[in-house]
């Protein structure tokens, strides 16, 4: 058994073998000291059926010794978790976390707890982290945005083009995207509706490697069409009541064509480098494209290192992760909380399932979706 401590940046998914165990895979925690940031164990599971958490011993995995940080976990239906990029940190001094940005396709067989790295060669997109994945009905994942390391340095992923990769083939592809010009971001979420439009919300513009550095990214909403060939951007028309502020590192879900959107930091038109928080949940109808109502989540009671003291980096630190890192219970919680909301609204009785990806201190998975 163990408990994540006051983990973040990892990645999240949940279980296409039993549809309640959610893993929750690298990040980085707190010591028990709460003065230092340290590599956390490299897979937890919970099961949200007994709530309970487990430290899951692993075998294959190419380097022990480092946490993989701001990447995407996505679980396919024969129970593998595809992983694609993210950071190799090795060690953390202060607020910096020392290693490389990778373009591995790292695999967990969630059945046998045992780790590959796809060796691909062909079409393998840059290093990069804070993008989005989505698994589409046909088996291939979308990767949309991000921060990417190229020959010039680092730089936001063009959005006009996204990364395809088919677990069927096991093979990357690209494509260019048509329709409207969406600026480059990292950090900001996608879901996959019922139709097959995957709806991508936020995000930073911001040139920078530090998370605390943030700029707006316009437009806040933007839609992806992925019944047509090739794919097409569009920015629909929205009213404003009940707009939530624009927001990065945030985390976001699907369920009966309503979209939640939860935490994060606020971005703004102005580069940013003191970053504010997000603590409401927004709600967005994405058959008619409308903000439907925000919530605080008053009753929960965070246990952030925000609420306990300023006064020393570490936790420092920590606190700017909040919408960048996600406790899996917490963000079930919250999730419940916001569905309930949703229903509540709705007159509905029905019940919302646990869903993974993201986070109240919001690890950044703002690309796993689970829709109904």
Excluded at 36 to 42: D, G, M, R, S, T
Excluded at 122 to 145: D, E, F, H, M
């Amino acid at each position: 058994m163990g408990i994540p401590s006051e983990e973040v940046l990892a990645a999240s998914c949940l279980s296409s073998i039993d549809n309640s165990t959610v893993f929750l895979i690298g990040g980085q925690a707190l010591d028990q000291t709460k003065q230092n940031i340290i590599n956390a164990p490299l897979v937890y599971t919970f099961n949200s059926i007994t709530s309970q958490w487990n430290t899951i011993n692993t075998t294959g995995f190419y380097n022990y010794s480092i946490t993989l940080v701001r990447m995407q976990a996505v679980m396919y239906k024969d129970g593998k978790i595809y992983i694609f990029g993210g950071k190799e940190v090795d060690y953390t001094v202060g607020s910096i976390n020392n290693g490389p940005f990778t373009n591995k396709m790292n695999v967990l067989d969630a059945k046998t707890l045992t780790w590959t790295s796809l060796n691909l060669n062909n079409n393998v997109p840059t290093p990069r982290v804070s993008y989005t994945a989505t698994l589409l009905n046909n088996s291939l994942i979308i990767y949309i945005g991000g921060y990417e390391m190229i020959d010039s340095g680092r730089t936001n992923v063009n959005m006009s083009e996204i990364q395809i990769f088919d677990l069927k083939s096991l093979s990357w592809s690209s494509m260019q995207i048509n329709g409207d010009t969406i600026a480059s971001r990292n950090a900001h979420s996608a879901v996959l509706t019922n139709d097959g439009r995957i709806i991508i919300f936020g995000g930073n513009s911001a040139n920078d490697d530090l998370r605390r550095t943030t700029l707006r990214a316009q437009p806040d909403v933007a839609v992806l069409n992925t019944n047509i060939l090739p794919y097409k951007w569009t920015i629909p028309n929205i009213p404003p009541a009940n707009s939530p502020q624009s927001l990065c590192y945030h985390s976001a879900e699907i369920y009966n064509n309503i979209m939640i959107i939860a935490f994060g930091i606020v971005t703004s038109d102005q580069l940013q480098t003191n970053s504010s928080f997000n603590n409401n949940i927004y709600l967005f109808d994405v058959q008619n494209y409308t903000w439907i109502s925000s919530i605080t989540p008053t009753s929960i009671i965070l246990t952030s290192t925000t609420e306990k003291t300023s006064s020393n980096n570490s936790s420092n630190i920590m606190a700017i992760e909040i919408g960048i890192g996600v406790s899996g219970f917490i963000i079930i919680l919250c999730m419940i909380i916001a569905g309930f909301s949703y229903y509540k609204y709705r007159k509905l009785r029905k019940a919302i399932v646990g869903m993974p990806g993201t986070n109240s201190y919001p690890i950044e998975t703002p690309g796993t979706e689970f829709h109904k």
